[in-house]
């Protein structure tokens, strides 16, 4: 019975979202108060019933229904609970649900927290948002449904992927997923500025709050997605520019791009066109990515074997909400009053540099992602492109961007002098030359990519703290004044400064993975030892351990330092009797500046077992400057004037002073 519920949750849903499509955007074009007013209620309304049927999902994974075939085909009465409710998002028609789920968790968020917005543009947002949820929510019911019975009812399921059993999937696609749909809200307000015709600083700080809020989320999950891949598939490696993998970055780099852009609106009233445009780009490219995912033309870790008529299905959603906005906005654009001007050499012209970096990369990786697809269509030739390409497309292009970013937030609005910029940074410039002879000087000449690299991230970071220093007078001030100084910067200021170095830190750990890492392949016997990197490896022994559905090949390894041991490492390889499949279970041992990382293969039938070993220096510096990113951007977040609705708040706040001060 609960699950009918949930799936007639999904038709009432469906019908409020319709509603909402039309009626409070009738009301706004009207200036209907009441039928404008309609759009807060009904964008809860379509959440308390999306939300209504995902956790009747969730419960029918719970109590493992096999009476729904979404659960007699994702799960087992033997997993665990955990793994059971993963299992929702880890299949086509669940996963769709959570994305639908997402979409009306952020237009209920808008409804909440957006309550000091003008009437007229929060319904618009909300309307715009509802037709989003119509198209995804048709096409859940008409080609997704999760909800589907099964008779008979099968004993027991199929099982979960073994891949996908892991914790990592509790986290990952709901994360990402709230960075893909999340971009919609900032969609939204692109396609009701472009209704209203008009587009100003307080549309920007509306704006941007949401665009942090999925540009965060969005990095947290690209960055754990490749932690997932690193630790769990026992390649070695965090990315591989696999199609799926780009399907995420894309919309990343765009959405980077807005983030900056938008602050030139607000500040400077400039490049409002342009920012409604990388809106529409940003939302189009996270559709793509679910469109790759669900079409059934990649093969991937990442995709889901469905049926290419949904990818059809899909496709036509793209062209519906990408060519009518784009139509929108040629129709209306040339519309909008022109900004501020500016120099080139000023801080908005560095935006404008980083806009259009950001935006050159992600057209090499669409180009890179896309042009196989296509060549296979036309001509049934199928063709590789892997990150050969994109490190002589990508790289170049991100190494202007990374060298801007130092240079950019010194510089002054609307007119800046370049060489006074260049001199304040003078310690920067002695921080890149020491990261360069230090590295040649330690490496040898084969070490000038590495060396280019840390160069580059020593920039990045030294210039960040030079920007940081000078705006706390870290050296001209006393320390009980820069105190307080650093007290009361602005939060947006300390997210800035904290995603900058992030991404410096990420930078260090790119190079020193790529330049300096180490691998072995071997078959190797208990009993022997390999050495790797100046460690030394013992592969001791091998045992078999049974769970409830499952069998499990685990070796015992010693890692030693000379002769001290430092570690234990114990690799496994995991079979699955219901889904008939394995699983790899890696071994590592970091102290942050390097993983040793383990795994063993199958057996060779004569006592021996396929091992592969690797050494990985700075490695983790990834996932810590992703981090950092993140954390900047959540510090941003909080920034009181990056929260919707505050400017409204302290002019009304004026106003009632103003009225306190005339009555007296």
């Known amino acids: 019975m609960f699950d009918e519920a949930g799936h007639f949750a999904l038709i009432l849903a469906l019908c409020v979202a319709a509603l909402q499509a039309v009626v409070p955007l009738i009301g706004a074009a009207r200036r209907d108060a009441v039928m404008t007013a309609w759009a807060r209620p009904a964008a809860l309304m379509q959440f308390a019933f999306v939300a209504f049927a995902f956790v009747a999902l969730m419960h029918a994974y719970a109590v493992s229904d096999f009476s729904l075939a979404n659960v007699a085909d994702n799960s087992n009465s033997l997993k665990p609970l955990l793994y059971k409710l993963t299992g929702v998002w880890s299949n086509h028609p669940g996963s769709m649900l959570l994305w639908v789920f997402i979409l009306a968790l952020f237009g209920a968020a808008v409804a909440i927290f957006g309550r000091n917005l003008p009437p007229a543009l929060r319904a618009r947002v909300l309307s715009v948002q509802a037709m989003i949820g119509v198209g995804f929510l048709v096409f859940i019911l008409l080609t997704s449904n999760p909800f589907l019975r099964l008779s008979p009812v099968p004993a027991d399921g199929a099982g979960l992927n073994p891949l996908l059993q892991d914790r990592g999937l509790a986290f990952h696609p709901p994360m990402l997923y709230l960075g893909y749909v999340g971009f919609s809200i900032a969609f939204c307000f692109a396609i009701a500025a472009l209704i209203e015709g008009r587009v100003d600083p307080a549309w920007a700080r509306w704006v941007r709050p949401w665009t942090l809020a999925a540009w965060c989320a969005l990095t947290a999950g690209i960055a754990g997605g490749s932690w997932w891949s690193y630790y769990t598939l026992g390649w070695g490696g965090w990315w591989y520019w696999d199609p799926v993998e780009n399907a995420s970055f894309m919309p990343w780099l765009i959405g980077t791009a807005l983030l900056h852009s938008a602050i030139v609106v607000e500040k400077r009233e400039a490049l409002k066109t342009w920012t409604i445009l990388l809106a529409i780009l940003t939302f189009s490219l996270s559709l793509i990515g679910t469109f790759l995912v669900r079409s059934g033309i990649l093969t991937s870790v990442h995709a889901f074997a469905v049926d290419p008529r949904r990818g059809v299905f899909i496709l036509l959603l793209i062209c519906l909400y990408t060519g009518g906005a784009l139509a929108l906005f040629a129709w209306r654009a040339p519309q909008l009053q022109g900004g501020g001007l500016f120099a080139p050499i000023s801080r908005e012209g560095g935006l404008l540099l980083n806009n259009l970096l950001l935006t050159t990369a992600a057209a090499t990786v669409l180009i890179g992602t896309l042009y196989p697809l296509f060549l296979d269509v036309l001509t049934g030739q199928r063709v590789s492109v892997g990150p050969p390409f994109y490190e002589m497309t990508f790289v170049p292009i ?29 310690w920067a410039f002695v921080a890149t030359l020491a990261a360069a002879v230090v590295t040649l000087a330690a490496e040898g000449v084969r070490s000038v990519y590495a060396a280019c690299g840390l160069a580059l991230a020593a920039w990045l970071f030294a210039a960040t703290a030079s920007e940081l220093a000078e705006r706390l007078h870290l050296f001209g001030e006393k320390p009980s004044v820069v105190m307080r100084r650093a007290l009361h910067m602005p939060r947006a200021a300390w997210g800035m400064t904290l995603a900058h170095a992030g991404m410096a830190i990420v930078l260090v750990g790119i190079t020193g993975s790529n330049a300096w890492s180490e691998h072995k392949f071997l078959t190797g016997r208990p009993g022997q030892s390999v050495d790797i990197a100046g460690y030394r490896v013992a592969f001791n022994s091998v045992k078999t351990i049974r769970g409830p559905d499952w069998t499990e090949t685990r070796a015992d390894m010693r ?62 510096w990834i996932w810590l400057g992703a981090a950092a990113m993140a954390l900047g951007g959540l510090v941003s977040l909080s920034d009181r004037r990056h929260r919707v609705g505050a400017p409204a708040r302290r002019a009304r706040a004026a106003a009632a002073a103003a009225q306190v001060q005339a009555a007296e």
């Open 398 to 426: 991100m190494v202007p961007l990374l060298a801007a970013m130092g240079v950019g937030p010194m510089l002054a609005w609307k007119r800046a002098d370049l060489v006074a910029a260049l001199v304040r940074l003078k």
């Open 559 to 620: 890692l030693f330092d000379g002769s001290r041991e430092i570690a234990a490492l114990h690799p496994f390889r995991r079979f699955y009797t219901s889904e008939d499949g394995d699983q790899t279970g890696v071994a590592i041992h970091t102290d942050l500046l390097a993983d040793v990382y383990a795994v063993i293969g199958a057996p060779d039938g004569k006592g021996g077992y396929v091992l592969r070993l690797y050494y990985n220096p700075l490695v983790p």
